[in-house]
């Protein structure tokens, strides 16, 4: 293989390409240790915090920080440090979040929730520019399309980053469950778990009775094993990660607008009647993400078998989640987006009914697990099919579309955690259910009209090429 010079003066040798896989596997592997920290911390707010709204008001902060930072911080703060240095930069911004749970309060942990969003969409514009500038490199070198090193550049990240599932609620459910892993209610009476738990279970009234208090022993322990996986996530980029000026290329990212002007096309896009009938099923993507995080780690597992147990529930979660992930577009193409998508609402409809008739049981643990992967593969499919679908729809504006996408899901989780601690867990899901419904219907909307343009283009077209033959022949 021929070297070529880039234009910071750097050889591309005959090993460039392993170099380049080798950027991509640090980066994920950085990514894995540092979620590992992030999720395991927060699959637990809801079960460690006693005061209402303690646990989720932060995550609703966080969100909106999501919200500003898409639109205005990603250029700028790249165009600052470059694509490899916002990776670290960003994460420092998580960490007094996972320091806040030392002093766990309003004042300390919406602050920090409002950082870590900030940072939020820097890192991740950072990781995929980055991965993009070394796909592009890496194809010039193998005569290899860019786009298809990019997908399975993705892919190999993915698929290492899904691991922080297994090793954040193994770490979290370890060490909440030393020295035991009893409800408090266990502790009562036995026979509140049906009453206070499950569907009947509210945070605000119920928490102190149905949540027991951890020890700020186990909260250090915890804060000090994420801080330290975050230091080293930081340490792996620093270290491992080549800098972007070696693969320095002539592509023309669409990212070059400034963030106004991004967020001009995205409203622009907005009032388009195929992104208004898709914005109800987005939010219920965040919804439902936000509900499992939010409120079945509460309810139906720390309330009814014990804080210890919600890593592994949410381990299961998170599992069936990737593998759903994995198989969900080899089954839109078997069956088709439209039959997985009818599949994905009677599955769903089925969990929703089973949470709200069935009461926790301590000898019907395994139940909790059924429902965390049963929501982890619903969630899959409404993950990558919806997201998918933004892709096709809008030929062209995929940026701008994606953008709103993860607007209204943002919006999704916001709802989510601003209204957790003041309903039921049993009108939760009676949203969930009238929000997916209405999404849905929005949803085959948007997939008849866009049937019946194809239709009527192929009409139009056979009946032009009829009058070309019909012309020729006379």
């Given amino acids: 293989m021929t070297s070529e010079k880039t234009k910071s003066g750097a050889q591309w040798g005959k090993h460039e390409s392993w170099r380049i896989m080798k950027n991509v596997l640090v980066i994920s592997v950085a990514f894995m240790v540092f979620y590992t920290a992030f999720n395991g911390a927060v699959n637990l707010q809801s079960s460690i915090h006693n005061e209402a709204g303690l646990g989720m008001a932060p995550l609703a902060a966080m969100y909106g920080g999501v919200l500003f930072s898409s639109f205005f911080l990603p250029i700028v703060i790249i165009k600052w440090l470059d694509t490899k ?53 890496h194809s010039k070198m193998s005569k290899v399309s860019a786009d298809a090193l990019l ?49 009947n279970f509210l945070p605000s009234a119920d928490a102190g009775k149905a949540l027991q208090e951890q020890p700020p022993q186990k909260i250090q322990t915890l804060a000090g094993i994420f801080l330290a996986c975050m230091v080293g996530a930081i340490i792996i980029v620093a270290i491992g990660v080549d800098s972007p000026k070696r693969y320095k290329t002539d592509r023309n990212s669409k990212s070059n607008a400034s963030g106004l002007a991004l967020l001009a096309v995205t409203m622009k896009l907005l009032i388009e009647p195929n992104q208004l009938l898709l914005l109800v099923i987005s939010i219920f993507i965040g919804l439902q993400q936000g509900f ?48 997985l998508i009818c599949c994905a609402v009677c599955v769903n409809t089925a969990l929703y009914v089973t949470m709200l008739s069935w009461r926790p049981h301590l000898e019907e643990e395994f139940v ?82 866009q049937r019946r343009v194809k239709q009527m283009y192929a009409v139009t077209k056979g009946t032009a090429k009829g009058c070309d033959n019909k012309a020729f022949n006379m």
């Avoid at 998580?94 to 300390?108: D, N």
């Avoid at 993915?158 to 060490?175: A, E, K, L, P, T």
């Avoid at 419904?437 to 949803?443: A, E, K």
Wanted: one cysteine or more; hydrophobic letters at 50%; proline letters at 4%.
């Fill in 85 to 137: 240095w916002t990776i670290p930069f960003c994460m420092v911004a998580f960490m007094p979040y996972i320091a806040a749970q030392l002093f766990p309060s309003f004042y300390t942990l919406v602050p920090a929730g409002i950082l870590a969003g900030l940072g939020s969409a820097p890192l991740w514009c950072s990781m995929c520019t980055y991965i993009a500038t070394v796909s592009e490199a």
């Fill in 151 to 199: 997908a399975r550049h993705l892919g190999q990240f993915y698929m290492v980053f899904h691991i922080n599932q297994v090793w954040g609620n193994i770490i979290s459910s370890v060490v909440i469950s030393t020295g035991g892993n009893k409800a408090a209610v266990t502790h009562m009476n036995a026979t509140l778990i049906p009453e206070l738990c499950g569907a």
């Fill in 368 to 449: 909790v697990y059924v429902i965390a992967i049963v929501a982890g593969v619903c969630n899959s499919v409404w993950l990558v099919q919806i997201n998918a679908y933004y892709g096709s729809l809008f030929p062209g504006r995929e940026e701008p579309a994606f953008a709103t996408f993860r607007l209204f899901e943002s919006i999704g989780f916001i709802i989510t955690f601003s209204i957790s601690p003041y309903l039921r867990t049993s009108s939760k899901v009676y949203l969930l259910f009238c929000t997916m419904v209405l999404g849905s219907i929005g949803y085959f909307i948007v997939e008849y009209r």
């Fill in 292 to 339: 499992v995080t939010a409120d079945v780690t509460v309810a139906f597992v720390s309330c009814a078998i014990g804080p210890g147990t919600v890593g592994y529930v949410m381990m299961a979660h998170g599992l069936a989640d990737a593998f759903g992930c994995a198989v969900t577009g080899l089954l839109a193409k078997l069956i088709g987006r439209v039959r």
